[in-house]
């Protein structure tokens, strides 16, 4: 699922992607005579200038929702460009 807000302040984003989280935690969901515990890794992005297109902005976001899943799960995660790997510069001759 994708959820667009546009104009809203990283802050903002983080913050109401948590209360989504923790609305889908609180509220079990019941299978038969069994009620399962329901968790949800959320991923957020904000437009940044090295974006140039919304496939990039998309990819943001997947990148952070896989961050959620490999810390713990149940969580959000923010896209940040100092989290990613730096590539070497290399020197021409």
Do not use: W
Request: with cysteine; net charge positive; proline share 6%.
């Amino acid at each position: 699922m994708v959820l667009v807000l546009p104009g809203t302040e990283r802050a903002v984003a983080v913050a109401i992607a948590d209360s989504i989280r923790r609305a889908v935690a609180a509220k079990p969901i019941r299978a038969g005579e069994v009620d399962l515990s329901v968790t949800i890794s959320i991923g957020v992005a904000v437009m940044e200038p090295l974006f140039k297109e919304p496939a990039h902005l998309l990819k943001a976001a997947d990148m952070a929702v896989y961050a959620a899943k490999h810390g713990g799960r149940n969580c959000v995660k923010v896209f940040s460009l100092k989290s990613l790997p730096q590539i070497p510069k290399i020197n021409a001759a």
